[in-house]
């Protein structure tokens, strides 16, 4: 079992930039991919960005695509979600998540199987 732990969520104004680190402990961080879900206050949770099954590229949601950036840093077992140009629409609890290297699917909440971290909060004001 991987446990997680989200932070650097924040408040910040339309514009701005904010940088999620996600530390995961536990098993051994490499046997899984990772990824962001958010949820918004009345919203379902949904798919931000993930990582591709080697770690070496990733996905994005339409929405946050040319803005946020993913990355992963082995030696600290944590990945981060780089925000650029922070929309109001993105106001919401993101959460990272953990999914078995190997598995198929990267976009849905079943697919992450193997942890999720309790959420950081991130509110952009316009």
């Known amino acids: 079992q991987v446990q997680l732990v989200e932070s650097g969520g924040g408040w910040v104004q339309a514009g701005g930039s904010l940088r999620l680190s996600c530390a995961a402990s536990g098993r051994t961080f490499s046997s899984v991919a990772m990824g962001w879900f958010r949820q918004a206050p009345g919203k379902e949770r949904e798919f931000v960005a993930a990582?591709?099954?080697?770690?070496?590229?990733?996905y994005y949601a339409d929405s946050v695509k040319g803005r946020f950036t993913m990355s992963r840093d082995n030696a600290k077992s944590t990945v981060y979600l780089q925000m650029n140009s922070l929309k109001p629409e993105d106001t919401a609890i993101y959460y990272c998540?953990?999914?078995?290297?190997?598995?198929?699917?990267?976009?849905?909440?079943?697919?992450?199987?193997?942890?999720w971290g309790q959420g950081t909060q991130v509110t952009v004001s316009s």
């Open positions: 998540a953990a999914r078995p290297r190997f598995s198929v699917g990267y976009n849905k909440i079943s697919d992450y199987t193997a942890s």
């Open positions: 990582e591709t099954w080697n770690s070496g590229d990733a």
